[in-house]
């Protein structure tokens, strides 16, 4: 019984060690470049966004489909272009 549970832990160690998704670290990025500051990059990836069908970027960012929708509205955000 000592062994499941030291496996248990060991899992819940590794879990907590894992990065993010590419995918979220690539729409992280985008989003830091175009809005310069910790804070607004913050606030946009965590709220709905009626762009993204009012879905949250951080949510829907943890895969490639997600994060390119995301990428591909802060690309409009950044040059101007309207919705």
Do not use: C
Not at 26 to 40: H, S, T
Not at 41 to 50: D, G, Y
């Amino acid at each position: 019984m000592s062994n499941s549970s030291a496996v248990g832990s060991d899992d819940k160690s590794r879990s907590a060690n894992r990065l993010p998704p590419r995918s979220l670290m690539r729409a992280w990025a985008a989003a830091r470049e175009v809005f310069e500051e910790q804070e607004y990059t913050i606030k946009w990836m965590t709220t709905p966004n009626q762009l993204l069908g009012g879905q949250v970027p951080l949510l829907i960012s943890v895969n490639e489909l997600g994060a390119n929708a995301v990428i591909r509205e802060l690309g409009r955000l950044e040059h101007g272009i309207p919705p």
